[in-house]
């Protein structure tokens, strides 16, 4: 029992929530520690907890899995902050949450075990920690790394879900104000069809974009052009991040208006914001150049020059751009 050491567990998500907090950080971390002392042991669990040795060796645990944990929580709570699941960043958070929130932390409990052990006067080399201890520690840093990621999962759903039903109560309430001015107007007759009363539908403000875990809703504001590939739909955002989405490019049109969003051609329907030069191109149509660039990779024409890529306007759409860029 006396040369056991410590072990870390899970935590995740944010240090406000009762699963991630201070309290279920030590809870845990007294868990593991008792786990790894008692691990492998002959003793029963009863015997072993009347003998001094077992709360020496607790102690020594809690303290080296306190300090895993807290490591391990800091680390997400930086990489959420930098580096979140979403879009283009999933394969880069794989590869840092590995080597940072499990490789790292797995050097820094057999160090400390390592510290341990000399200060009894052993040589961890000349323990089974390796052989058991270690494995079972390197196993719980990876439930812990994987109970953070439901952490943080469970959060975006939930964010989505409270961003995308204060949305809906917005949108009812402005349509709602919209029918009642139309009411007063007409004496308060109620014209229920929408051609009739003049009144635009309103706008779209947010596109719901569903990944494998969770919804994520995008601002409008956000998003630098829609296009089609390989018989699907997409959206690009300003930071780079690309969703599919299940709407047409034809209900895009629809509901996002013309004032801020332009149907290029029928792969493509691009922001005001991000055309940044256009220039005549071949057989009347024009080219125009996007920032951020439209990656060759999303397309089947085009050029790119200079690294930065141009997309095609056709040539029935070329007078309606210039109008709508001539603003």
């Known amino acids: 029992m006396n040369n056991k050491t410590s072990i870390q567990p899970d935590g995740g998500g944010s240090s406000g929530s009762v ?17 790894i002392v008692v691990y492998g042991e002959s003793e029963t669990v009863f015997s072993m907890m009347l003998n001094r040795a077992y709360y020496i060796a607790l102690a020594a645990s809690f303290m080296i899995a306190y300090l895993l944990i807290a490591y391990v929580h800091m680390i997400n709570q930086m990489l959420d902050r930098r580096l979140n699941w979403e879009g283009g960043n999933v394969i880069a958070r794989i590869v840092y ?31 089974s920690y390796l052989r058991y201890d270690f494995q079972f520690i390197m196993l719980m840093l990876f439930c812990l790394n994987v109970y953070y990621y439901a ?41 229920h069809p929408a051609e009739q009363t003049g009144v635009e539908p309103v706008l779209k403000q947010f596109f719901q974009v569903n990944t494998p875990l969770k919804v994520v809703p995008v601002k409008i504001n956000q998003i630098c052009y829609f296009f089609r590939k390989n018989q699907h739909n997409f959206l690009h ?23 801020h969003f332009f149907r290029i051609n029928r792969q493509m329907v691009v922001s005001f914001s991000a055309c940044i030069a256009f220039r005549p191109g071949k057989n009347k149509t024009i080219e125009v150049t996007l920032y951020p660039p439209f990656n060759i990779k999303h397309r089947d024409e085009g050029n790119i020059e200079g690294g930065s890529a141009y997309v095609t306007v056709t040539e029935d759409r070329v007078h309606a751009f210039k109008e709508w860029m001539n603003r």
């Not at 590995?98 to 040589?123: D, E």
């Not at 999962?153 to 949108?171: F, H, S, T, V, Y």
């Not at 300003?238 to 034809?250: F, R, T």
């Open 151 to 191: 952490i943080y999962q469970a959060n975006g759903w939930r964010d989505a879900k409270a961003l995308l039903k204060e949305q809906e109560r917005l949108l009812a309430k402005k349509g709602a104000d919209l029918q009642n001015a139309v009411e007063k107007k007409h004496h308060l007759t109620i014209i």
């Open 237 to 259: 955002t300003v930071g780079g991040d690309i969703y599919a989405i299940p709407e047409s490019l034809k209900e895009v049109e629809e509901r996002l208006g013309g004032e």
């Open 19 to 35: 699963f991630t907090g201070i309290y279920f950080r030590i809870t845990i971390a007294l868990l593991a520690a008792h786990l």
């Open 97 to 127: 949450q590995l080597l940072l929130s499990l490789i790292a932390p797995g050097v820094l409990a057999f160090l400390l075990a390592a510290i341990y052990f000399r200060l009894n006067g052993m040589s961890i080399l000349d323990t």
